[in-house]
């Protein structure tokens, strides 16, 4: 099997150009939220920050079977994707946004202030694409700034790097906010 995985924190686009991606590409799409909760692998919830937290265990045996009975090519998209079995993974593509264009993303989504924080924060680390190139290696996962992009234009890119076997693309918020003078914007103390 030949996953394509599409991570990135929340308001980075995952979840549209998913589905977008999916229907260009005439292949099935698998939510790890929807998967876990499907699957029974929420094992509790997280009050303040107003989500259920993952049973990982349960979500790796879920994956495991799932991509061993999927012979043909899936799309994977979630906060999770890093407990993918790194053999059915053929290319991560982990989706950016501008910290501040992120920032107006998740306020419109009406998280808390914290929440907002938090998964600005993460952005700014770049936590996700740490985590994938951790589990999948730097030749198999590529970047997008979706700042400016709608999701069309995001799954189009997609295509077309696949279609190259485009070489790794980096995204540093950190140095770019901090060459801007801005970094202690974004980051809690």
Sequence with gaps: MAAILI????????????????????????????????????????????????????????????????????????????????????????????????????AERNYNDEKVRENVEAEVLGVCQLDALDSFGEDRVLEIDTSEMAPADVAAKIEQLISEEAAPIRIDWMTTLEKEGRLDEFLNE
């Design 7 to 106: 991570g990135g924190t929340p308001g980075s686009g995952k979840t549209m150009v998913s589905k977008v991606l999916g229907s260009r590409l005439s292949v099935d799409v698998v939510a790890l939220g929807d998967l876990a909760d499907e699957s029974g692998c929420i094992s509790a919830q997280d009050k303040i920050r107003d989500t259920g937290i993952i049973d990982e265990d349960c979500l790796v045996d879920t994956l495991v079977k799932l991509v061993g009975t999927k012979g043909k090519r899936l799309i994977i998209e979630g906060h999770y994707i890093d407990l993918v079995p790194s053999s059915a993974v053929q290319w991560v593509f982990i989706l950016r946004t501008h910290p501040e264009t992120l920032r107006g993303r998740l």
